[in-house]
């Protein structure tokens, strides 16, 4: 379906979301439309923060507001669903807007498949009417289906659009850029070259797949990476569970801008945790570059002062390939909590592989290399 018609059918013009490639063509349209415009769009740092800023439309507005995610976002979500919007609660009506990554019987990346499989699922435990839109609905149907859902949403109750890959379709074409000069995959190599054997944990999208690349180019293995192919946002977590329990290893997180936003409250819990044997890295390109490019907070905000705040002793903020080098040797042989911020450009390779092992590989190769290091007492 053509995304003109859709908008026209919705009837809504308030929408908040986490960008999602499935739904690329509604993701540009609304930048082309709106662009951020918070009293039309607001780019959110997850699902849940999602549903808390509809919410909050709904009160002030008296108005249905428009929630876009990926199916795995689901898992955000469901706090504020079942204990905020649910009309057991406060009867806050919502439409959500869903890419269906990993449906079955469609191929797909590892970390959709189960979430694909329990998408339907899922909004059915959490009482939300759904319709699940393709490339063959027409403007009719999602006529008769939008009738429906506004009785839903009078009764206090949610609905959702679940898009199948190819839904919707979107003729112009968004171009997403910034002024930084770094390319992520070159900070990668940099990284690569400096951390050597340390154990690494990268973030979900292109991030772990150039770490891959990179490896297979060095004729390298992959037992010193975890690639934390989904669980978005939660890589410096990984990496810091591994840190505390082997202290003497030094441990490296790949980390992006979107991943950090999304849940910032990890970074309050390495600054007060601390180890000293953790180098954190965020490259911040101010985009959701794996999804199509959209725009994150990060390039208004300090991410470095934001963990110097958080009780990491270390910090700096980096923009050229030299500033890189020396805070990646000074990591290297510091003794105490490290963060860099690493300023990167927009865009990968076209040719960019994805890992050709399974995550279980990765993680078994992975614990075999750090059950070789001293665990803490």
């Known amino acids: 379906m053509r995304i003109d018609r859709f908008m026209e059918t919705l009837g809504l013009d308030f929408f908040t979301g986490v960008p999602d490639s499935q739904l690329k063509a509604l993701c540009d349209c609304l930048m082309e439309t709106y662009g951020i415009d ?140 910034n002024d930084n000069a770094m390319k992520r995959e070159e900070i990668i190599r940099h990284i690569v070259a400096v951390s050597q054997h340390d154990p690494i944990v990268s973030t979900t999208g292109k991030a772990s797949r150039e770490l891959f690349e990179i490896r297979e180019q060095l004729d390298q293995g992959h037992e010193n990476d975890f690639l934390t192919v989904g669980s978005m946002g939660h890589a410096s977590s990984i990496a810091l569970g591994v840190a505390i329990q082997k202290p003497t290893t030094k441990v490296w997180c790949i980390d992006g801008d979107g991943a950090a936003l999304m849940h910032m409250g990890s970074l309050a819990l390495i600054g007060t945790n601390a180890p000293g044997n953790l180098v954190h890295i965020v490259i911040n390109n101010a985009a959701h570059e794996t999804v ?78 750090l059950s070789r290091e001293k665990t803490g007492e």
């Open 292 to 369: 199509g490019g959209m725009p994150t907070v990060a390039g208004q905000i300090d991410l470095a002062a934001v963990c110097k705040a958080c009780g990491y002793p270390n910090t700096v903020k980096v923009r050229t390939f030299e500033e890189l080098d020396s805070a990646l040797r000074e990591a290297k042989e510091s003794k105490s909590l490290c963060f860099i911020e690493a300023a990167c450009s927009i865009g990968a390779r076209a040719d960019l592989g994805r890992p050709t092992t399974s995550a279980i590989e990765n993680k078994e190769h992975f614990m075999q290399r």
């Open 38 to 177: 918070p009293q039309h769009h607001i780019i959110a740092a997850n699902e849940g923060n999602c549903a808390a800023i509809a919410a909050g439309y709904h009160l002030a507005t008296g108005r249905t507001p428009v929630v876009y995610m990926q199916n795995s976002g689901e898992g955000n979500v469901i706090n504020p669903v079942a204990s905020l919007l649910n009309d057991h609660v406060y009867a806050i009506p919502a439409l959500f807007i869903i890419g269906w990554r990993g449906e079955p019987g469609i191929h797909d990346e590892p970390q959709h498949i189960y979430q694909g499989k329990v998408t339907l699922s899922l909004l059915d435990e959490l009482d939300i009417s759904y319709f699940v839109l393709d490339d063959q609905t027409t403007t009719g149907q999602l006529c008769e289906v939008m009738d429906g859902f506004r009785r839903v949403f009078r009764a206090g109750k949610q609905a959702a659009i679940v898009v199948r890959k190819g839904g919707l379709t979107f003729d112009k074409k968004v171009k997403y850029a």
